[in-house]
């Protein structure tokens, strides 16, 4: 648009060539240098710029502005910016300054300058610090004062002050000379006159509150107060919602000013939550309103005021003595990071005022940085971390090697396969009821449960018992204990217990007899066939398993087993607004108290918990469980609390918990209030899972995805002492029971303990032909808390005992497979399940992979934490993941030892060719893997290392191109083989660099679903998972010395390659995490723009309007009756 100068024959050129030869005669006379080397290099822009700082009449000036505001509204923001590169902000500011310094400003030139510098000076984010330099903000601000009953000149003052207030320094100075005043008084109440003036005033207002020190003064001055009332007044009196915008700046400046606890604390004590809570109620019934709704809600979860989490302490419950380390360990502040690979979430209460940085350019800059672009360290493979001598141990992990198949068709080797483990579960085993032995040693588990008369005459149970039901395995009964008659038993087989202690345990190992045969009748009537597991087996391992508090109850889907669903679970759409609603709930909670009840119904640290006949019971004393705090807010709703990891106060993702006494078909509330990652699957489809006992005994032991209105936000907690971090985020979702008198599990995922992975071997072990696969289980070594690691070798028998068999056997190069170093990624032990399965079982495709390769397999690396319910550490309160570099042999011994098998193996020229950890992801869909690569990590970093020289083996991408044609979860898009310094210590990188093999991967799987290929919009469940394992197995395939087995066509009819899954293609998903939610996650941000109004926008409409004439209409808000207002010099 162009400025009104009072020529009519104005043109381009003509005014171009006039203000060059200006141009000249003004460095003549003024003997000042030109802006450029010459004037014939100085462009036309740079001749107008220099031309506006010198030239006083008001014709050129004007003339200029006019040429300037054509010239930067005709094109893009690059014009803007690249005037701005040429010293046009300064030019600005001092023809600004120049036509100030009279005795009587002329406002006919200094609306144009004051609109335009307001259009450049908000793209110039140094405008503040430059205007300040150019004694242009005190100026501005003076200039204000004497315009506060002229509309217009107030409202273009004010949009340079606001565009100013970028610059905190500038901002403050403003505040230091009233700014703060001035503009505060110029908010008056209802009005439908001057409601661009009102809004440049309330924005002006929220800009200069980038400050502490600034918003320190608004509270001083009861400002809020008055800020919550005007919004009180227009949203009471605009009834045509002709001010809605100004409703909307009162909310955003009331944003910025809370961005401090004084003034969170201030709107608090001014009834500012019910005002805003009473509001946005209305609001909810008008659809032109709902722009209002939003910041509300926003502003209302940032003042909610800070409530400690209901713990005596922030430490975990549990505690761990560490060997040379003080009985009470500090707390060490890990960094919470996704499984070896997704960055983690940074500590600390956040900024407020973050000065002259762009978060989107540190964020890309920091993801650049933590490349590692040294490449000695890329290639370079350290020295040992031990002496070459401490390696000779480990070389009875390899059996194979040694044993020479003197009984290889005998079947007396299965016993000899089975003394590698433990002979401890075949003392239990023994000591089992006979009806126990007699149902294990049977051909079928499958027996008919008979009708209830039948049930009643059984024998081994009291006279008249009636049969067990659901609702008898809650843990109070105590049914499925372990403890202590259990242990008596056991310590009675193995001969070493003294009179006093089998005098004293009488009672009770009575007690568990009985226990005993009701679980084997019950067993009998209701146990239904679940592949390679054995509920008697999972007893006697369970009892012989160490964990911090003793754990003495079996949790019934543990013992039970389970069955994958029958079908396929979709992920769980999103109800709308389902989270704003929740937070009218919270709100709720703090304005009426009536119906809060806050009662704690469960809390881990009471020795004996207490039965609540009105409300839900809760339970976790058993393996994996977790949950500290279970409180009963309201009738259907309860606030849990997750225990932190072992001697520390952080990690809380996972929980594990029974739930019982429900009411059927209500709808009960969980909110889990102390989660700590920023964001969450729970967000994009993904539900937790649940298992019912009376289901189970129905015939379906199923874990099933369950909860409705799942939504996962940031929530108004604050650690009970005060540690570091100050951020927590619930999920909450809502169950509604089938079943009366039924007992519930549920948990984050489905569950996988230390003792099912036990079992489970030994299952395996003898389910295998020992003439054909060869199996040893062992004890790689022994964990903090004196559990075993198990390690598992795998390979095919040698056809003969012939020189040239075992030759070949002994020469089949190692894959070495580990899993679950993160106790919470139970979605890691499902997929290694699968593996082992596969491996073990007749396939044609596991009988060419174990003639193939010998596999080293280590299931479970963190078995105390697993055990104990933990989420991301071991009992050391570390990262597992993150010692790979210097593994400390006694406080991280399954790292150390792994580490070493590792090293012997490559010592002994048997270098694994394929190692991969599996892991889950908690904030990414799909299957995937990360690798290792020099090139590629030298390329994404911008490094200038010419990669043309450099030479590397592509075949780190065999295995995950593969399994993008096999694998139907698998996303190949999502992988990527970068080598982070962060990243320096995990498996993945150690192996790769250290050992030196080149297929060194992690595999992630997702907690929730697919969003690519067959399972789009499906959430995985155990079948999945399992398949995942088999799929990767498959993919070696792909790395055989021999290629053409892999394209045999009778191995590809058992890879199962149908026309679909043969011609899956990933989806093209390169995004690291999911897309923003669809409502906000967190609460500290400000408000955005409304649709259609900017800055810019309200320039151009005062410009537009017809210049007033000098009578104009007075602004004033004198009258205003809500705040008194002084008298401003």
């Excluded at 506060?148 to 320094?169: G, K």
């Excluded at 979702?733 to 996988?752: G, I, L, Q, R, W």
Aim: glycine share 6%; aromatic share 8%.
């Amino acid at each position: 648009m162009m400025f009104g100068c009072g020529r009519n024959n104005f043109t381009w050129n003509g005014t171009l060539k006039e203000l060059e030869g200006t141009y000249n005669v003004f460095c003549t006379e003024r003997r000042k240098p030109s802006m450029s080397a010459s004037q014939s290099s100085s462009s036309g822009l740079e001749v107008l710029l220099c031309s506006l700082q010198n030239v006083r009449d008001v014709e050129s000036t004007l003339n200029i502005l006019s040429v300037l505001d054509e010239l930067l509204s005709a094109g893009t923001d690059r014009r803007i910016h690249y005037m701005i590169t040429k010293g046009g902000s300064e030019a600005l500011l001092t023809a600004l300054v120049n036509n100030c310094c009279v005795f009587t400003p002329n406002y006919t030139v200094l609306l144009p300058l004051l609109y335009l510098l307001a259009k450049v000076g908000q793209r110039d984010r140094r405008i503040g610090v430059k205007a300040e330099d150019a004694g242009a903000a005190l100026l501005v601000l003076k200039l204000l004062k004497h315009n506060i009953h002229h509309a217009r000149r107030a409202a273009a003052c004010l949009w340079v002050i606001q565009v100013f207030s970028s610059s905190v320094c500038t901002a403050n100075l403003i505040g230091e000379n009233q700014g703060l005043d001035v503009i505060y008084h110029l908010i008056p109440a209802y009005t439908t006159k001057h409601l661009q003036t009102i809004k440049a005033a309330i924005n002006a207002l929220a800009a200069l509150l980038c400050t502490r020190a600034n918003i320190s003064t608004l509270v001083n001055k009861g400002y809020i107060s008055g800020l919550l009332r005007l919004y009180n007044n227009w949203h009471t009196k605009d009834t045509q919602h002709v001010g809605l915008e100004i409703h909307y700046a009162l909310l955003c400046c009331l944003h910025k000013a809370t961005c401090s606890t004084a003034g969170r604390q201030a709107l608090v004590s001014e009834g500012g939550l019910r005002l805003l809570y009473e509001t946005t109620q209305s609001c909810l019934l008008n659809p032109s309103l709902e722009c209002l709704v939003e910041p509300s809600v926003q502003l209302m979860r940032k003042c909610l005021p800070k409530t400690p989490l209901p713990l005596t302490s922030d430490q975990s419950v549990y505690s761990f003595p560490l060997p040379g380390r003080p009985s009470t360990a500090p707390d060490v502040d890990v960094a919470t990071e996704e499984s070896g690979e997704e960055s983690g979430e940074e500590s600390g209460e956040e900024s407020d005022f973050e000065e002259d940085k762009d978060p989107q350019e540190a964020d890309i800059r920091d993801d650049d940085d933590d490349l590692e672009t040294d490449v000695n360290k890329l290639r370079h493979r350290p020295d040992l971390d031990r002496p070459k001598t401490l390696l000779l141990q480990y070389s009875r992990l390899c059996p194979e090697l040694t044993h020479d198949f003197q009984e290889l068709n005998l079947a007396s080797e299965s016993e000899e396969s089975s003394t590698a483990s433990s002979d401890e579960e075949a003392v239990l085993l023994n000591m089992l009821p006979p009806e126990s032995s007699r149902r294990r040693g049977s051909a079928s588990t499958h027996s008919s449960r008979g009708s209830p008369s039948q049930r009643e005459s059984e024998p081994g149970l009291p006279p008249g018992a009636p049969p067990l039901e659901a609702c008898d395995f809650h843990s109070h009964s105590g049914i499925l204990s372990t403890s202590p008659s259990f242990r008596t038993m056991i310590r009675d087989a193995a001969g070493d217990a003294s009179t006093k202690e089998k005098q004293e345990d009488d009672e009770e190992a009575a007690q568990g007899a009985h226990r005993f045969i009701m679980i084997d009748r019950l067993l009998e009537r209701h146990g239904g066939c679940i592949p390679h597991h054995d509920p008697e087996l999972y007893c006697a391992i369970a009892a012989k398993i160490t964990s911090i508090p003793g754990f003495n109850i079996l949790a019934f889907p543990d013992f039970w087993g389970q069955l994958p669903p029958p079908g396929n679970e979709i992920m769980v759409p999103r109800k709308p607004k389902i989270q704003r609603q929740k937070v009218f709930e919270d709100v709720q909670r703090f304005l009426n108290t009536d119906d809060i009840i806050n009662k704690v119904v469960f809390d881990l640290e009471e020795s004996n918990p207490q039965y609540h006949p009105n409300a839900l019971n809760f339970f976790s004393k058993f393996e994996c469980g977790n949950l500290r705090k279970a409180i009963q807010v309201r009738r259907y709703e309860y606030d849990l609390v997750m225990n932190a990891d072992v001697n520390c106060s952080q990690h809380t993702q996972w929980f594990y918990f029974e739930v019982s006494n429900m009411e059927p078909s209500v709808p009960y509330r969980f909110n889990i209030i102390n989660c700590e990652k920023c964001n969450s699957q729970f967000n994009y489809g993904m539900q937790p899972v649940m298992y019912s006992v009376k289901e189970a005994l129905e015939g379906r032991p199923h874990w099933l995805r369950t909860g409705t209105e799942v939504c996962y936000f940031r929530n108004y907690f604050c650690p009970a002492q005060g540690r570091k971090r100050t951020t927590f985020y619930t999920l909450t979702f809502t169950v509604t029971f089938k079943h009366n008198e039924d007992v519930c599990y549920v948990a984050y995922h489905y569950p996988y303990t230390y003792s099912a992975l036990k079992a489970h071997l030994k299952v395996l072990q003898k389910s295998v032909d020992p003439s054909k696969v060869f199996f040893r289980q062992q004890v790689l070594c022994g964990t903090l808390a004196g559990n075993s690691c198990p390690v598992v070798t795998v390979t095919a028998c040698p056809a003969s005992r012939a020189w040239k068999d075992l030759h070949q056997m002994r020469n089949r190069p190692c894959v070495v497979l580990t899993s679950r170093v993160h106790p919470g990624e139970s979605n890691a032990s499902w997929v290694m399940k699968g593996t082992l399965e596969f491996l073990c079982s007749d396939d044609l495709v596991a009988q060419s992979l174990r003639e193939a390769f010998i596999f080293k397999i280590i299931p479970m690396l963190n078995p105390d934490g697993v055990i104990n319910g933990m989420n991301r550490c071991d009992l050391n309160s570390m990262d597992l993941n993150r010692q790979w570099s210097k593994p400390d042999p006694v406080l991280s011994p399954t790292i150390y030892h792994t580490k070493g098998f590792l090293y012997y193996l490559s010592s002994i020229g048997r270098t694994p060719l394929v190692y991969c950890d599996y892991h889950g992801h908690s904030r990414k869909k799909n299957v995937f893997l990360y690798g290792c690569s020099v090139k590629e990590t030298l390329w994404q970093s911008g490094s200038a290392v010419n990669t043309v020289g450099l030479k590397e083996d592509p075949g780190y991408r065999t295995i995950p191109k593969t399994l993008d044609r096999i694998a139907p979860a698998f996303s190949f898009n999502s992988c990527n083989y970068l080598v982070e310094k962060s990243r320096a210590a995990t498996a993945r990188v150690v192996v790769w660099r250290e050992i030196g093999v080149l297929r060194s991967y992690t595999m992630e799987s997702t907690y929730n679903g697919c969003n690519q290929g067959i399972f789009t919009g499906l959430q995985v469940g155990t079948r999945e998972l399992q398949d995942t394992g088999l799929r990767f197995c498959h993919s070696l395939l792909s790395v055989t010395s021999d290629m053409k087995a892999f394209y045999t066509r009778k191995l590809i009819n058992h890879v199962n390659l149908d026309h679909n899954i043969l011609d899956h293609k990933s989806h093209n998903c390169f995004e690291d995490d999911e897309p923003p939610c669809v409502e906000e996650i967190e609460y500290s941000v400000d408000c955005p723009s409304l649709k259609g109004s900017n800055l810019d926008s309200d320039v151009n409409s005062n410009m537009a309007e017809e210049e007033e004439e000098e009578e104009e209409e007075e602004y004033s808000a004198c009258d205003i009756p809500l705040s008194a207002h002084p008298e401003i010099q």
